[in-house]
T-cell receptor, first 114, second 116 residues
Framework: AQSVTQLDSHVSVSEGTPVLLRCNYS??????LFWYVQHPNKGLQLLLK??????LVKGINGFEAEFKKSETSFHLTKPSAHMSDAAEYFC????????????FGKGTMLLVSP | NAGVTQTPKFQVLKTGQSMTLQCAQD?????MSWYRQDPGMGLRLIHY???????DQGEVPNGYNVSRSTTEDFPLRLLSAAPSQTSVYFC???????????????FGPGTRLTVL
């Protein structure tokens, strides 16, 4: 069984300040972990993914995430927020057991103010 | 290369009506899936397919049917629409290689469905 918990439903930051979106997961097997972003009225786009290689994963648009097995966490960070980062972010887990499906978190809405 | 396409973009149905949401991909992906997105719920898997002729149920399959007669197409059928099926529906596909669970999912733009 697998599950994912996004600890904040909304995060508000000012432009130019750091971003931290928190995600905890549970998986019976070695997990694959993903962060997807959804801009208003758009489909989902992959930001980055962890698949048991390097624990610090770099993604698009300056985002990165660190896989911490001891803490079962995969938090998403960015050093400096931009107005265009305002969107909803989803943490996703998939256990690496063959035909595994994806389990989505409930999402974190990132609000960026000028 | 159009990626994943979905039609229609918007649809309004009356309770009891049936309809088919279309999904197509031109990336020769084996794995295709349907999700519904509701506020505060994230995306929940309805049905998925690992190849032509093979489908399986996800987390919330009741009230929906699927079939996969070709690699490219994966339509979702609502048999008798209910207000609880008001949602945004996303189709996704991915290459289904040896490391299937690590593959990136490519999402369509979504279909916004309202059932009155």
């Amino acid at each position: 069984a697998q599950s994912v918990t996004q600890l904040d439903s909304h995060v508000s930051v000012s432009e130019g300040t750091p971003v931290l979106l928190r995600c905890n997961y549970s998986s019976s097997y070695s997990p694959s972990l993903f962060w997807y972003v959804q801009h208003p009225n758009k489909g989902l786009q992959l930001l980055l993914k962890y698949t048991s290689a390097a624990t610090l994963v770099k993604g698009i648009n300056g985002f990165e995430a660190e896989f911490k097995k001891s803490e079962t966490s995969f938090h998403l960070t960015k050093p400096s927020a931009h107005m265009s980062d305002a969107a909803e972010y989803f943490c996703v887990v998939s256990d690496q057991s063959g035909y595994s499906t994806l389990t989505f978190g409930k999402g974190t809405m990132l609000l960026v103010s000028p | 290369n159009a990626g994943v396409t979905q039609t229609p973009k918007f649809q309004v149905l009356k309770t009891g009506q049936s309809m088919t949401l279309q999904c197509a991909q031109d990336m020769n992906h084996e794995y295709m899936s349907w999700y519904r997105q509701d506020p505060g719920m994230g995306l929940r898997l309805i049905h998925y397919s690992v190849g032509a002729g093979i489908t399986d149920q996800g987390e919330v399959p009741n009230g929906y049917n699927v079939s996969r007669s070709t690699t490219e197409d994966f339509p979702l059928r609502l048999l008798s629409a209910a207000p609880s099926q008001t949602s945004v529906y996303f189709c996704a596909s991915s290459y289904f290689g040896a490391s299937a669970s690590t593959d990136t999912q490519y999402f369509g733009p979504g279909t916004r469905l309202t059932v009155l």
